[in-house]
Each structure stands twice: as C-alpha cells, then as structure tokens.
C-alpha cells in the first residue's frame, strides 16, 4: 500500500472511531430513582419538603454504538482520584492550594534554577480537519456575552478556567488563574449591572467537583469565590442565572454534591445577597433554569429528577410563581423514572407563553428524545418530536435555546448545532459533522460535541457555540461559522513526549483533539485523531513515532509524525476483546530510551522488540494487578524502566499494586508493601540505577511519592510536607538528579532534597492538573497539563535566547536577543548558515545574504542560535 492510500485508511478508521467503540454517557449521566406514578395535574412543591439526597448513578448504555467512549474515559479520571474511599474528601483541592499557597513560591537555591514556566500552546492547535473545523482548542462548557457591550465575550472551560474576550472573540485572555477552580459549570451576566457576573464552577461532563460560585464586579477582568457553606461543596453546577432587575438575586442548578463520601444529588438553589448565602427548595438532578422575560417572578426548572418522598414527583419541568421559592410540576417526561436522560427548557422574549422543553428517557427500553413546546406558558404542551435530530450521547451534549427576536426559531445543541424556523417541527444540521450514523467532518463547520450556546445581545443571528474544540462565532444564524480559538489554550494533554535532541519537536496525546505534535517554529498540529493518549520516540531513529489512542490501539508514524506507516495493535493483540477487555482507556507504553524495545501494559505486560510489529507477553499469563474483584477489573496504569538496565521492569496498577522484575519481564515478585492502597499513577526510574525509583500515587488521606532505593523490596514514603492531593507523575531533573517534580492536581511542587522538603513551583503556571513531565538532557523540562495546554521551563543553565529576528527584505537578517557570545552558530529552516554572520555580540547577530543563500523561503523560517558549547536557544519563527 503506497503512502497516500494507507493516510487514507487511517483517516477512514478515526473517522468511524468515534462510532465505533461502544460507551456508556457521562459519569454523572441523568437518572431517576423514583417509582412510577402517574400525574395528575400540576401541585405544589413545598420548599425543602421531605428532601431526599439519592446516589448519581451511572446510565445505561443508550445507542452505545453511535457514542464515544466518554464513560470510560471519565471513570479513568474519576477513578484513580477516587480509589479506594470511593469519594474525594470535601474541600480536600481547596485546603491543598491553600497549603501550596503557603509554601514559598519563590525558586529553590540551585544552580540548574530558572524559575518560571512558559506556555509553549497549544494556541490553537491546526485540527486534522483544518479545512472545514478551522483552529481549535479544548472543551469549552459555557459561553456568555455581556449584554451591555457585544464586544464582552467570556467562555468557560472544563478544566482550563474562564477567559474573557473584549474584541468579540478575536482574542481571549485568562482570568480566573488565582482561583484554585479551573472547571466551569456555566456563566451568567446579570442584565440589570452588566458589572457583574456568575460562574457557576464544577464540570457535570467530567464529574470534576467545583468550589461553588465564582463572582465578578468588574465584567469578568477578575474573580473571586463568593459562596459560603449553604451551597454545598463539592458539587457541579449545571446552570446559573441571575434576576433580570435584581443582580443580587442568583439561582443555581447544582447537579450534584459531596454528601459524606457519596456524590449525591443536588438540587436548585437560590440566593439573594449576591451568592453569598444560598436556599434549596427544590432537591434533585437539575439541568436547565429559564426566567419568563415578561415575568420575573416566574422561574423555570428543568429536573432530570426530584427527590422528592411525598408525595413522588416525576421528572420534567417545573414552575416557580414566586421567584423560585415554591413550585408546581407544568410538564411531566413520560419516561421510565429510572431512565430520564436530561431535561433542558428554553424561552424566548419575543413570545414569553412559548415554553421550549427538550428531553429525553427511554420507553419501553427504547430511547427516545423530543422537542415538547407549549404555546400557553405551561398549560398544554405538544410533542414535536425530533425527527433527524442526532440524539447520541444526549446528556453529554445536549441544550436548547430560543431566538430573542423570532419565537418559532430554536437552536439544539448535539454532536452537532440543530436548528429549527418552524417552532420544533423539522430541523436541520448547521455543523454537518454527523449524518446519521456517518461522521462526516470534512463537511462539517466547527468541532463535534456542543457544551455552550449564546446570543449576541443586539444581533440574534450572531451566535457563538462552546463543544469540544473550543468556541466558534456565526454572524449569520448558523449558515457558516468562524474559529475563535487563535488565543485560548485550553488543550487537555494526558501524556507528552520530547525529541532527545531537538528542542522545537514535541507529541502528545490530549482528550477530543487527538494526538498533536510541536514542530519547529513552535506550531501545533492533531495528526491523528480522537482521543490521544501516550507516545513513544524511538531512541534510535527519533522520527519515528508510535502513539496510542483508547485501550489497546497503538500506531507509527514516520518522518516524525508527517507520515503514517500502520497500525501496530489492536485490543486483540494483547488477547482482549474489542470493545471491552482489562486495557485501561489511556494505557501505559513507553520506552527503555536506549534500544526500540516498547513496553505496553493490560493486566499484563507485554513487549516489542521490533518497534511494534510483534508483541509477547514475557511473564506469559501472570496477572500483575490485583485481578477482578469488588473494585471492578484491575488494570495497569504505570510501567518503569530505563536505559540503565532494562532488565529491570516496575509496573503499577489502577488498585495499587506495585510489581517488580529483573529478568526482563520473565519473572515477577510484589512490591506492594510499603506503598498505600491508592491507584499508582506513574513510576519513574533513576537513569543512573535501576535500584532507585519513585512512584505517584492519586487519591487522598495517604501519602503520595514514594522511593525505593533496593529495586522495591522496601518504599519510603517522601511525601514530607506535600499537600494531600493526587500526584500524577514524577521527574527527576536532567541537570541535578537530586532535585524531583511532581506533577499534582494543583500544579508542580519541587523538591532539591529527593523528598526531603517540597516547594511550590508554579511561577507561571495556574493551579492546573499535571498528568506528565519530559525532558531532554540538557536541561528542557517540559509538562503535560490537563486544560491548559504544554508548559516548558529550562534548567540547563545560561543559554543563548532570541528576542526578535528582522529581515530587511533586502541582504540583511538581524537577530536580537541574550548570551549570544561572539562566535555563536545560526540555523535557519534547520541548516547552519554561520557562514553568512556579518557581526555578533552577546546581544545581537547580524547575517548578509540573499535570501536564497540564507535558507529564508516564503511563508515561515525556523531561527536557532547556537553558543560554542552547543546550547541551543529557542527556535524563533519568522515569517517572510
């Protein structure tokens, strides 16, 4: 098969990918838990009566054959933080980063120190599907616009925080960086003082616990938690509104709370001091809040379901006459109890009586969605069905809104953007990414998934859209859409891999935006798509590059990255069915960084001497973790080895088993002892002796870095004064190997002791997860951060820096920077082109030639400076 051909078998298989693994909906997916009763007109709901806090459960699997897999991965990231108590202790990632607060961020006294991180992107990322998505970033949960200046744009991350816009998205810029919450729920302008705003903090898609309410005063230049203990933390929040007139009055959709060590359901939730102090009156699953523009007394809640002991009340939408206070059931889902997916309303002040409520559940066993509108405020209702809309994954993707100008026009929200002129009766696709069962991106005309939806307050045929790449702006009700993604780095990486020499190369795997790779010049592109997990250089031929998607796909690419050889694994190599099987959804692989030899974990280990083409299993049936159990199915989730002897294998497991070989994976003895029954998150071996290593260790109440200095036969726990979050990966530095980085879900903490005192090190970097570290040799340290993109820091010491580079258009090159030295070496486009230096000092190099003689080419030029010891600056781009 020739080059073109097998691009396009790969392309073809990541095109089905997202409908062929089979999955369940969203960790916190919509339940109800009531028994069936029938409604006989609408009652009142008296405030707080008969509360009842019930678990939220998983959902069944609806349609799995049209679905992502986003449970499986959500049970990833909620697992190991969770395992084995089954719960995150409240205000355990508050009281962490208050900790890490109080240790001294200045940086420790060492010689390789240098302080401060620096976001390397990616800002955006050039999608696998550039031509028809444009630019993209990461998730993106909520979107608002300030309705006093339609140039105020602020949009919401899953885990990157809030970032404001004050040119109509062009641009957008973090804001919420000092608050130890990075994952947002929803966002509300108040109309009556557009000064401020609410951000209603928790992730319902991921079922990453928020902090509360989050207040600005300043149209969202900053923030600040507001919301005391009477709204419950942790918890989700699902919607968030404000009063009309009354900017201190604020209700709040909260899906879902810490109750003990349960994630139970929430409920609806008001406040009237300006979200200080907070009054549920009603408690359950809610998704959606409506206001009736004409009326402000009366409020709308829409309730996947209510808990409600006496009398039962069904799931559906429910009134508020008295601003939110007390309530009667206007529209019941006709669904199975235990199976209301998601409820969503919308109004509209063209026409405050028309009530749009889209809902879904399943019948009979069959799943159903439909668009229910109601012409008479609530009074009768009429089914208008769905018919052609894309229901898949309906309760991960999923919201309803109404036209302010134009009643009978209302906008879904899918795997793609649905819209509607006839008031819920035919619909069509805007964004074309599914057709049918069929993902069609190439057609499409912005990124799957959609999370947010706003209108421009003076335009309602201007619209933004928030889904999984970001945010994207139509001025024309959907019929095209333009990327506003140059700015946001909103990227969730889940591994990164550096080039052992170039310091302009980087990969790796993200969530919904595939595997990417940072060539020279500093640019990001997805060149494989889905969800990317972990990737491995080849020591030996550095442009050759394998790189996994979810479970037990593993693929290699040559001319680093720029070309598709084959797949190498499926789940059936590693004997596991497909779908299913004990792979973990992210699994481990790596290296040895000494020879090709791949090392992939299951719940066994298995090797590839012959980079991929083969795999066996050294250890043969020997199961490395701790089985199938009450637990669930035990996988592998870390693997350690190094150059130094790679006889010597370590590997860790979801349920925090530790084994050890020393024969090459033939044989196995326990190494659990010592360490606590926590999930191991990463083990990281000394390049100078097998013997030592370290393990990370997620969850909470346990210490989480681990040493062994006797290749495990004992672990000393050098945590010290850590705070207790989860620690997901460890890096010993490439300059001075008694100095560690660890990786926690508040950022990266730095001890010069191996474990004996950890400092915060995060000068630059907002309290953000780290799943990964790489480095190279010389010094580049370079993090994977799970919402914000790849971060680098330098450790090598003094090293030559380009500020700026000018050609004159004619004969002349300038170059501006730092520790030039006056006999440096200057590459462009990747050849040495010292030749031509007219001048140097240590700031500034001027080079005399044609431009073909310098290497320059029209478009972008890779600049490097090289000092007379061979360290490298940064490669610097220009562009001609």
Excluded at 20 to 34: D, K
Excluded at 348 to 362: C, H, L, R
Excluded at 400 to 408: G, H, K, L, R, S
Aim: charged share 15%; net charge neutral; glycine share 12%.
């Amino acid at each position: 098969m020739n080059g073109r051909q097998d691009k396009s078998r790969l392309s073809g298989l990541f095109l089905r990918s997202r409908v062929r693994w089979a999955v369940l909906t969203a960790v916190l997916s919509l339940l109800s838990n009531l028994s069936p009763g029938e409604l006989r007109g609408p009652r009142p709901l008296d405030r707080l009566a008969a509360p009842v806090l019930r678990p939220v459960e998983l959902a069944d699997e609806v349609t799995a054959e049209l679905r992502e897999d986003v449970d499986g991965r959500n049970e990833w990231f909620t697992f190991q933080r969770t395992y084995p108590l089954g719960f995150i202790p409240p205000g355990a990632r508050r009281q962490a980063w208050e900790q890490r607060i109080g240790i001294e961020h200045e940086t420790l006294a060492t010689p390789s120190a240098s302080g401060t991180w620096t976001s390397v992107g990616p800002s955006p990322t050039t999608s696998a599907f550039m031509n028809t998505w444009g630019l993209t970033s990461g998730r993106v949960n909520a979107v608002a616009v300030s309705p006093a200046d339609s140039q105020t744009v602020l949009a919401g991350s899953s885990t990157g925080g809030i970032w404001r816009s004050s040119n109509g998205g062009a641009s957008f810029v973090p804001v919420s960086d000092d608050q130890v919450d990075l994952a947002v729920g929803s966002l509300a302008f108040s109309k009556s003082n557009p000064s401020i705003v609410y951000a209603g903090m928790g992730d319902t898609k991921l079922g990453y616990l928020g902090t509360g309410v989050l207040k600005s005063t300043d149209a969202g230049r900053s923030w600040t938690r507001i919301s005391n203990s009477t709204l419950p933390t942790v918890g989700t929040i699902a919607k968030i509104e404000v009063d009309p007139i009354n900017a201190n009055r604020v209700y709040v959709a909260q899906y879902s709370q810490l109750s003990g060590n349960v994630v139970v359901s929430s409920g609806f939730y008001l406040s009237t001091d300006g979200g200080v102090n907070w009054t549920r009156t009603v408690t359950g699953l809610p998704r959606d809040i409506a206001i009736d523009p004409a009326n402000r007394q009366v409020v709308y809640a829409a309730m996947a379901r209510v808990d409600q002991a006496n009398p039962p009340q069904p799931a559906g939408l429910y009134r508020s006459a008295d601003a939110g206070n007390t309530w009667s059931n206007v529209y019941a889902a006709p669904y199975d109890e235990n199976r209301t997916r998601d409820v969503r309303v919308a109004v509209t002040p063209a026409s405050s009586q028309i009530i749009y409520v889209y809902t879904g559940g399943t019948i009979g066993g069959i799943f159903d969605g439909r668009v229910v509108v109601s012409t008479d405020g609530g009074a009768t209702w009429t089914n208008r069905g769905a018919t052609g809309v894309d229901l898949a994954q309906f309760g991960y993707n999923t919201y309803i809104f109404a036209d302010p100008v134009t009643p009978n026009t209302v906008y879904i929200g899918s795997r793609d953007v649905w819209k509607s002129t006839d008031g819920g009766v035919s619909w069509t696709n805007l964004t074309r990414n599914f057709n049918d069962v069929n993902y069609t991106p190439g057609i499409a005309t912005t990124h799957p998934d959609q999370h947010a939806f706003a209108f421009s307050p003076n335009n309602p045929n201007a619209i933004y859209v928030g889904n999984d790449g970001g945010v994207s702006r139509s001025t024309n009700g959907g019929a095209t859409f333009q990327s506003l993604n140059a700015t946001l780095s909103l990227t969730q990486f889940v591994g990164i891999a550096l080039h052992p020499t170039n310091r302009g190369i980087s990969y790796g795997g993200t969530q919904d935006n595939g595997t990417q790779r940072r060539l020279d010049g500093g640019r990001w592109s997805e060149f494989i798509a889905g969800d990317g997990g972990r990737v491995v250089i080849n020591p030996l031929s550095p442009s050759t590059v394998l790189t996994t998607y979810i479970r037990g796909a593993i693929f290699r690419f040559q001319d680093d990255g720029r070309f598709f050889e084959t797949q190498v694994a499926w789940n059936s190599t590693f004997g596991e069915p497909d779908p299913g099987g004990r792979i973990a959804f992210y699994p481990p692989f790596t290296g040895n960084g000494m020879d090709s030899t791949l090392y992939f974990g299951t719940w066994r280990l298995f090797t590839s001497t012959d980079v991929g083409n083969s795999w066996s299993p050294p250890g043969g049936e020997l199961d490395l973790t701790r089985g199938i159990n009450s637990n669930g199915r035990d996988v592998l989730t870390a693997i350690g080895v190094t150059s130094i002897n790679p006889n010597v294998i370590y590997t860790g497991s979801a349920q925090g088993r530790a084994m050890v070989s020393t024969d090459g994976g033939r044989t196995w003895r326990d190494a659990t002892s010592g360490l606590p029954n926590r999930s191991i998150t990463g083990i990281t071996v000394d390049s100078s002796d097998s013997a030592r290593a370290y393990v990370t260790v997620s969850g909470f109440l346990a210490g989480h870095v681990f040493r062994t200095t006797d290749t495990g036969a004992t672990w000393t726990d050098v945590s010290s004064n850590l705070p207790d979050i989860p620690a997901n990966a460890l890096l010993i530095d490439p300059v001075s190997p008694n100095t560690l980085y660890v990786g926690t879900d508040i950022g990266v903490f730095r001890s010069a002791t191996d474990g004996g005192t950890w400092q915060s090190f995060n000068r630059g970097l907002p309290p953000v997860v780290i799943h990964a570290f790489a480095a190279q040799r010389d010094g580049l340290i370079q993090l994977a951060s799970y919402g914000r993109g790849v971060y680098e820091i330098d450790v090598g010491g003094d090293r030559p820096s380009i500020a700026s580079a000018t050609w004159n258009g004619k004969k002349a090159l300038t170059i501006s920077g730092s520790r030039f030295s006056s006999t440096p070496n200057v590459t462009i486009n990747g050849t040495d082109r010292s030749g031509y230096i007219l001048s140097a000092t240590d700031d500034q190099i001027k080079l005399r030639g044609k431009a073909k003689k310098l290497g320059l080419v029209t478009g972008d030029n890779t600049i490097q400076v090289l000092d007379p010891s061979g360290a490298g600056s940064n490669v610097f781009v220009i562009r001609l």
